[in-house]
Structure formats: C-alpha cells, structure tokens
C-alpha cells in the first residue's frame, strides 16, 4: 500500500536477501496519500509475538505493525491496527489506528538513534496484554481491548527505503478471539441496535432501526466484557455516568468500566460500572428510539438477543 515492498540484496553490512520498500519519494494517489505498508497473515491471529530486524536508510521512521484488520475502501491509513514505530532520531510510540484514521498514542519514548546499523522491533499480544521491545529490552508494557486479532505488517514513512529481515511470527498463550459478531435485536422491537448513519466518531449515541445487516449492526463481546463494533469502537456509557438515562454511545474501546457490560441468560444486558440495564428508551419501538441505561425492571424494551 502507497509504497513498493520488494526482495532485494541487505544492506549495513549484512549478507543474503532482504525485503525492502523501495521507494524514495510519494506516488501520485488516486485515494488519499498515506504511508507505506505491507500486510500478511490470518485476519484470525489473536496471541502472537511478531519480530523483525529493521535497517532504515534514511530520515523518518520505521515500524512493525500488529492485529491488523478491517480497512476502509479507498484509504489505506484508515487501518485498524498497532503500531510500533521508531524515528531515526530513536523516538518510538506504541499506537493504535483504527478506520476513522483516529491516532491514538498508547506509549511513546526514546532510545538511542537508530543509524545506519541494523535493529530488531517486537510485538506480543495476548489477550488484552500487549508488550513491545526494541533490541530486546522491553520499552512498554499495557493492557489494551482495542483489537483482539489481526495480520502483521512492515511499514515506513514515505521515501524512506527501510530494509526487514527474519520475520519471525511465535504463539503465545492467551484467552481465544472474541467470537463472530452478530446483531443485538431488541426483543420489544425487533429492530436492531446500530450506530445511526454508520457514523464512527466518538459519542455518537446508539439507537435501534429496522435490521439491515450492516457492520454497524454487527457487535462482538470481547474478552473483558466490551461490546466491540466496527473492530474498534465500544459501546459506551458517556462520562462514566451511572444513573438511570445516562447516554449510551460509541468510543474509542479503552478497557474502563464504563465499557463492560454483562450478557445475561435472560436476553439482559448489564453495565458493570453502572449495575443499569441497556434499555430502549420509554420502550418506545420506532426506528431511531435511543438506548440508555435504566434501572432493571424485566421489560421486553431491556431484553436482546442474537
């Protein structure tokens, strides 16, 4: 993607074949001009470490990527995924990109200039623990539920001809992937629970309407109780508000309270911050009804299912 990863004789002194993004200036985009990136692997890959050795050539960064998975059409940035980049100057971050191309830096720091001398990068996930290492000394370590699974990947800014050689790709243990997403269908309705006009910005409020088979109908319970739409946003309650109304919206998944909730046996769902049901406001049953919170009360407005 925008770049051209290619088999070619190592540099830094270094014998045999390596693969390298070839390219020395930015194309001429059809779409919108990102980075360049190479993907491969199982959309399915859950616990792993990824490794590589990396050479960069040139000014700007290189970097590793993990759990990489839905993209949107036309705008290769727009990925969900980590990263763990390092400038030539030595300044790493452990980010996370998701398809709104919503950058957030989850750990940053630095480490000695990388010259023009051959290092090693390193990506282990497993389960909602993420730890990365440059050089083999570990420079963070942080539980994050953004992405469960996902391919790997080399990526450079742009011009800079990078070099990565032995690719190493290791299971670890870990808790399996969430299972496959399905829609929430409200049982006093039986319309679905979406984000209204597939909008992906943080706090926009969910709602039910007519089930269409949509992504943005389709939700995953990931491990730590958070209900997962469009591979990285979560069903929130806004402010960590835990009284009878409060918003239910998306955000960015962060792990907190606020985002976990319990699917009971009875069609139930319950925020754990709060001990509130997911409730379809006034059990009212037309498309665009907002959801809330609301104190239990056995309603078929606050039962779901599958």
Excluded at 117 to 126: I, K
Aim: aromatic share 6%; proline share 6%; charged share 10%.
């Amino acid at each position: 993607m925008q770049g051209a990863f290619e088999i070619t004789g190592c540099g830094g002194s270094r014998s045999g074949r390596c693969v390298r993004q070839m390219t020395m200036q930015a194309p001429i985009p059809w779409n919108p001009l990102t980075n360049p990136h190479a993907l491969l692997g199982d959309a399915g890959w859950a616990n792993y470490k990824v490794s590589s050795d990396v050479l960069l050539q040139q000014p700007g960064y290189v970097q590793i990527i993990g759990r990489a998975t839905s993209q949107r059409l036309f705008d290769p940035g727009a990925l969900n995924a980590y990263y763990l980049r390092v400038q030539n100057t030595g300044a790493w971050s452990l980010l996370r990109n998701d398809v709104s191309k919503v950058v957030t830096t989850l750990r940053s720091g630095t480490v000695a200039p990388l010259g023009p001398s051959w290092h090693n990068l390193a990506l282990t996930f497993s389960g909602t623990a993420i730890t990365a290492q440059i050089d083999g000394a570990t420079v963070a370590t942080l539980t994050d539920a953004g992405r469960s699974a996902g391919q790997v990947g080399f990526g450079t800014s742009q011009g800079a001809t990078a070099q990565f050689d032995n690719l190493s790709i290791t299971a670890v243990t870990g808790p399996p992937p969430p299972s496959s997403s399905a829609p929430l269908v409200g049982v006093g309705s039986g319309r679905c629970l979406e984000v209204p006009g597939q909008r992906q910005i943080n706090g926009t409020p969910l709602a039910i309407w007519d089930c269409n088979g949509g992504s943005k109908q389709d939700w995953t319970q990931l491990s730590n109780g958070a209900l997962q739409v469009y591979g990285s946003k979560c069903m929130d309650v806004l402010g960590h508000n835990t009284a009878p109304g409060a918003t239910v919206a998306i955000w960015d998944c962060t792990g907190g309270a606020n985002q976990q909730w319990r699917v009971n046996a009875d069609g139930t769902i319950v925020g754990v911050e709060s001990g509130l049901c997911l409730d379809v406001t006034g059990a009212r049953i037309g498309n665009g009804t907002p959801v809330e919170i609301w104190t239990c009360n056995g309603g078929s407005n606050q039962k779901w299912r599958c």
